[in-house]
């Protein structure tokens, strides 16, 4: 069952009114005016009760969403705002409240309603009172007339004259105000709770609301409200720039484009000009923090920098790669994680696992070190390299604020290369504080020396050898992440970390740079933590772990002491107590649950360089494109290799959900490999797609394959996984599961659906019929397994959800993977084929657009159709899923290490 805040819908009049009842914490209107509006038509996935009878309620309003979604395709922003579906429940699509007319302060809302039946008019109707009634306690307005335009301004939508007239809806509005006067309920702004379902939409709604940019604190306390919002109500889109090597990311729980960046450099220019001593702060993330620790960590202290007179700025970069390698060391050699696991350490075990880390890491941790470095490139598509220009233009024409610098172990990396980028542009950063630094001393005396200022203030926050070496890497190390970079992941063996104090205090040129500002007072420049007792208190930490300094009450209160000046420490607000101790940096718990590109990265770095290209070259650069080494020899054979293709496409199934665009995907695939000299076999037939169809004609195209030839298979159309109650399966992708493609006549029920899929089992089997000596590339355009629907998607999903068998045991392998792989190492090593994903095990399949197609081979088609350029397997993966963002999927390459870099033979044409 999805999460309520997967769906953010309302499903019931208490819930609506609960919800509306308080955002009014979010809002930034004084009033408001509801558009309402007839929703997307239906014709194309049928109606509200067809789709029920199908797929329930949930399924059904799954389905209306992702129309709406669909029909804007990539522009949330001409979403309506609210959607009233036929049942009475009430969908929030995107955020409401904001004032778009300033001068009155008043929310423009539009509400859609859903094409329904007019049996539904009265529910609907009822729906749309309690929604107009809530909008008007949410920004704190009186409840008179509904919040309608003038009826000068438009004639009710002939669309829903056959439901609902305005007279209707004014009616049931006037009705429900007199029974709340009859109940005495005049304060609808205590209601607290309605269940779960409000509690998390509030959650997400606090992520993406407006009023946490300050100019609301300022006007909220002008108003006299007296208190600060809570620090969910900050809107993280105005504090945060997500980034996937360097350059803006459309991926995750909050992308940001070029206008966000501009909307973050605006609303810094107005909540800083707003007070004078206000200040901006740009902040990173340690090197092994997953996106989504990241953004929690900036929703749960914005609010703290905010109330010190300090605009936030949050730096989220793809960062988590390393920790696969420290997940496979630990695996292999076990431990218990914590320090009770402490008999199992010492020095000998630590140099086996420096060995290991430095053979299978060392070359992700330098992809991950150049990710970071590239958010600073030159060209605009990188992160910040586009905010210090936005900076620049927002604070044109005036004095531009203080900007400091504060950045967790790996984040420094990130941030010494901003610091020439905001001299370039005539940013003037005040300080520069890193808490344990991962950064080379090499990287830190150029940058530093490069930078020159005697002003910046410089400071590194660092633990005590000691402590640096009671601390442990969870259940794989016996030291800090520090001593592990130092001796594992970097190239040479004890190179110099500027957060190691033995490093750091023996590289006179380091601390001479550092202490220029302080006239040589080394006290000022490195803290050393834990502090002893008397430490004056902006110079005191308390932190005894690696992960820990940015949650520590005691260095967070000294960060913002060097950042506000002595004048100002009576007046700093304390770090937030609930937040003390916790690990939200390098050392927290490693998981498995990595996306696929990072796996991807893994076997990049690992595999050996060709030598036009340069090891795991990031996307969207030359490198990105780079040509891989030649084709192997051709084998001697008298016969003239052949390229040869097989496409399938299924819109119709026999008693499932029907599809749009798998046909017009198999006819794009076929245009493109006939314009590369293949002779191509299509399958788009409902009697040419059966079950025994398929492997039949997949048995005879892999049959037919011969010494040096090429064969394309590409599939589009539905997929399932099959999940196991008896039997478990450690499956490189996923735990527990098969995964299976559908053939045109699955029909309903357990039998009737196992009966016409194809697991990942028969098509391994069918493809080691093929010739040692040939190249197989398989293309899948459909959903491995289903979990997690992603309702805010714009499209239709190719998946038929979850099979769920009682005695079935699963195999030990993702789709088409050998099964003898794991004894050999990875789960694809030796694999005979090339295999590339439309998404992710855990994702589903996208079709959508104008005309239906998949997102997938919309990409695929978008990037051939380019100049030629040489690419190679792998750097063919990266480009497709820049091709697709916000799309929600993430394509992969499943394949033996020695093919990633083989030249894509499709491409160069």
Same mark, same amino acid.
Not at 772 to 796: I, N, W
């Given at each position: 069952?999805?999460?309520?805040? %997967? ?69 949330? =922003? ?39 039946? +007019?049996?539904?008019?009265?529910? !609907? ?42 007279? @209707? ?75 996937? &090597? ?44 997953? /996106? ?29 790669? @390393? ?39 060392? +070359? ?124 594992? &992941?970097?190239? #040479?063996?004890? /190179? ?99 996306? /696929? ?7 990049? @770095? ?25 084709? +192997? ?20 199934? *026999? ?85 299976? !493609? ?5 029909? %309903? ?10 697991? =990942?089992?028969? !098509? ?6 093929? #010739? ?49 792989? @794991?004894?050999?190492?990875? +789960? ?17 399949? !996208? ?11 919309? *990409? ?35 394949? =033996? ?13």
């Amino acid at each position: 069952m999805p999460q309520p805040d %997967e769906y953010r819908i309302l499903r019931s009049l208490p819930e609506i009114e609960a919800f509306f009842a308080r955002i009014n914490a979010y809002t930034t209107a004084d009033d408001v005016l509801a558009q309402i509006e007839p929703g997307q038509p239906l014709d194309r996935i049928g109606g509200f009760a067809e789709l029920a009878r199908k797929l329930d309620g949930e399924g059904a309003a799954a389905e209306i969403i992702a129309e709406q979604k669909r029909a804007v395709f990539g522009r949330d =922003d001409e979403l309506p705002h609210l959607l009233v579906l036929p049942s009475g429940w009430v969908a929030v699509l995107r955020y409401l409240g904001g004032r778009d007319d300033a001068d009155r302060g008043v929310a423009r809302v539009r509400v859609a309603i859903c094409p329904a039946d +007019p049996a539904d008019g009265d529910t !609907i109707r009822d729906s749309l009172a309690r929604v107009l009634l809530g909008l008007q306690d949410g920004v704190g307005a009186p409840a008179g007339q509904p919040p309608l335009p003038g009826r000068h301004e438009g004639d009710w939508p002939d669309e829903l004259t056959s439901l609902f007239d305005r007279d @209707a809806v004014e009616a049931a509005y006037a009705d429900l105000l007199a029974s709340r006067v009859a109940a005495k309920d005049q304060a609808p702004h205590q209601v607290r709770r309605a269940g779960d379902v409000v509690d998390d939409l509030l959650r997400w709604f606090g992520t993406i609301s407006k009023p946490g940019s300050a100019t609301e604190l300022d006007r909220r306390q002008a108003r006299g409200d007296g208190t600060r919002p809570p620090a969910q109500a900050v809107d993280l889109k105005l504090h945060v720039i997500n980034m996937r &090597f360097g350059q803006l990311s459309a991926r995750g729980p909050l992308h940001t484009s070029a206008s966000d960046v501009k909307a973050i450099a605006e609303a810094a220019k107005l909540w800083i000009g707003a007070r004078a001593g206000r200040r901006l702060a740009i902040y990173a993330h340690g090197g092994l923090v997953a /996106e989504a620790q990241a953004l929690a960590h900036a929703r749960q202290t914005a609010q703290w920098w905010l109330d010190n007179d300090v605009y936030p700025v949050f730096c989220i970069w793809e960062s988590d790669a @390393a920790t696969t390698i420290l997940q496979l060391i630990r695996e292999l050699l076990g431990g218990d994680g914590g320090r009770d696991g402490r008999q199992w350490w010492g020095e000998a075990r630590d140099a086996a696992i420096e060995r290991l880390v430095h053979a299978t890491g060392q +070359p992700v941790w330098d992809v991950m070190k150049r990710s970071a470095m590239m958010c600073s490139a030159d060209g605009l598509q990188h992160g910040l390299t586009l905010l210090a220009r936005r900076l620049k233009g927002a604070f044109a024409g005036s004095a531009a604020p203080p900007i400091d610098l504060i950045g967790h172990s790996a984040g420094a990396i990130v941030l010494l290369p901003f610091l020439g980028r905001l001299k370039d542009e005539g940013l003037v950063p005040a300080s520069f504080q890193m808490l344990a630094p991962a950064a080379t001393n090499s990287l830190y005396r150029d940058y530093l020396a490069a930078y020159g200022s005697k002003k910046l203030k410089i400071r590194i926050y660092a633990m005590q050898d000691t402590a640096e070496r009671a601390d442990t890497v969870a259940g794989v190390y016996g030291k800090s992440l520090l001593y592990l970079v130092s001796r594992g &992941f970097e190239d #040479h063996f004890g /190179e110099p970390i500027s957060g190691l104090q033995k490093d750091l205090l023996a590289d006179r040129q380091l601390i001479a740079l550092m202490c220029r500002w302080c006239d040589g007072e080394t006290r000022k420049a490195m803290v050393f933590s834990p502090t002893p007792e008397g430490t004056p208190r902006r110079l005191a930490s308390g932190a005894v772990m690696h992960g820990g300094f940015d949650t520590d009450q005691q260095t967070m209160w000294s960060v913002m002491a060097l950042i506000r000046g002595e004048a100002d420490e009576g007046r700093i607000t304390p770090f937030p107590a609930d937040l003390a101790g916790q690990r939200s940096g390098g050392a927290d718990p490693l998981r498995l649950d990595l996306p /696929e590109e990072v796996r991807l990265y893994l076997n990049l @770095a690992a595999t050996p360089t060709p030598a036009a290209a340069p090891v795991a070259a990031m996307p969207n650069t030359p490198t990105g494109t780079a040509t891989g080494p030649a084709s +192997p020899a051709a084998p001697a054979s008298a016969r003239q290799p052949a390229r040869r293709a097989l496409t399938i496409g299924i819109n119709d199934y *026999a008693q499932m959900a029907r599809l749009a665009g798998c046909v017009r995907d198999s006819d794009t695939w076929r245009d493109l490999l006939h314009a590369r000299g293949f002779d191509v076999t299509q399958l788009a037939q409902p009697e040419l797609t059966g079950r025994d169809q398929i492997i039949a004609a997949l048995r005879d195209f892999v049959a037919q394959s011969g010494a040096g030839d090429t064969l394309v298979w590409h599939f589009s159309g539905h997929g399932m996984k099959i999940e196991t109650i008896l039997g478990t399966e450690d499956d490189f992708e996923t735990t527990g599961f098969d995964q299976a !493609i559908i053939a045109s006549n699955a029909s %309903e029920g357990l039998t009737g659906q196992l009966a016409h899929t194809i697991i =990942d089992d028969d !098509i391994h089997a069918i493809l080691q019929g093929l #010739h040692p000596q040939a190249d197989c590339y398989v293309f899948l355009d459909s959903c491995f397994s289903g979990t997690a629907t992603k309702l805010d998607l714009p499209g239709t999903p190719r998946s038929m959800g979850v099979l769920r068998l009682g005695n079935r045991v699963a195999r030990n392998r993702p789709l088409t993977a050998p099964m003898e792989a @794991a004894s050999r190492g990875g +789960p694809y090593d030796g694999a005979n084929h090339v295999l590339f994903s439309a998404a992710a095990a855990t994702q589903k399949a !996208i079709e959508n657009g104008d005309p239906v197609q998949g997102v997938f081979t919309r *990409a695929v088609s978008q990037l051939l159709a380019q100049p030629a350029t040489a690419l190679t397997n792998a750097s063919f993966c990266l480009r497709i899923n820049d091709l697709m963002p916000g799309s929600g999927q993430t394509s992969g390459v499943f394949c =033996d290490p020695s093919r990633l870099n083989r030249p894509f033979p499709l491409a160069g044409v």
